[in-house]
């Protein structure tokens, strides 16, 4: 297991289309994060899951966007009818239970433009 | 909400001197701070982290202090070298999510 995966790396897509990412996180971290980061910002939270739980949902979040964590283990991120503003690095992270909760690994991330 | 300020913006350092940067936030209820460094290109990685019950931690040339009474904290880099050079976020835990400060982008030149 070599880190947070994210597939896929890039994706180009038209206005109005829909769009799903997804990442695999490290084996038995128990807790999934997903953000979003324009040039020049930092990470912007957007949702948080722990296991198949999803527990916590940012209020910038529209209902265009939509996460799931099903078996608790990958986590897709779908994003319906895009828009421009969309156009973003979209990150993933994973913490492991116990004591080291609170350390994030973060995946390489799924860059999104939207023409 | 969690409010994170971060400053400077920018920040050169001759090879060898010390590079210093800040945060502010604004919740006295969060308790736990990291501080995370990406390249360019690449993705955030923790390079160091500080708890609310300590006020100073190091790690080699890095260092976190923090002063929850003021609610800020800052990262301490000694002697920098031109790998040094990157943008910086810090970030608070707020609740069950992280809130990031905007970032400094630190240029170590030879």
């Known amino acids: 297991d070599t880190g947070v995966s994210q597939d896929p790396r890039h994706k180009i897509t038209k206005r109005g289309q829909n769009v799903t990412f997804r990442c695999d996180p490290i084996s038995e971290h128990n807790r999934l994060y997903w953000y979003r980061q324009t040039l020049g910002q930092g990470p912007e939270f957007l949702t948080y899951?722990?296991?198949?739980?999803?527990?916590?949902k940012s209020r910038l979040l529209s209902d265009r966007f939509s996460a799931e964590r099903p078996k608790g283990s990958f986590s897709t991120l779908e994003i319906q009818r895009t828009e421009q503003g969309d156009s973003a690095m979209y990150l993933c992270?994973?913490?492991?239970?116990?004591?080291?909760?609170?350390?994030?690994?973060f995946g390489a991330g799924t860059r999104l433009s939207v023409l | 909400g969690e409010n994170v300020e971060q400053h400077p913006s920018t920040l050169s350092v001759q090879e060898g001197d010390s590079a210093v940067i800040k945060c502010t936030y604004s919740?006295?209820?969060?308790?736990?701070f990291p501080w995370y460094k990406q390249e360019l290109g690449k993705r955030p990685q923790l390079i160091i982290d500080i708890r609310s019950n300590v006020g100073e931690k190091k790690d080699q040339r890095i260092a976190v202090t923090l002063n929850k009474t003021a609610k800020h904290f800052s990262l301490h880099i000694t002697e920098t070298q031109p790998e040094d050079s990157a943008v910086y976020f810090c970030?608070?835990?707020?609740?069950?999510?992280?809130?990031f400060g905007p970032g400094t982008r630190l240029s170590v030149l030879p």
């Open positions: 970030a608070v835990r707020y609740g069950q999510n992280f809130v």
């Open positions: 992270a994973s913490s492991p239970p116990g004591a080291d909760e609170n350390i994030q690994y």
């Open positions: 919740d006295s209820a969060s308790n736990y």
């Open positions: 899951f722990q296991n198949e739980a999803q527990l916590e």
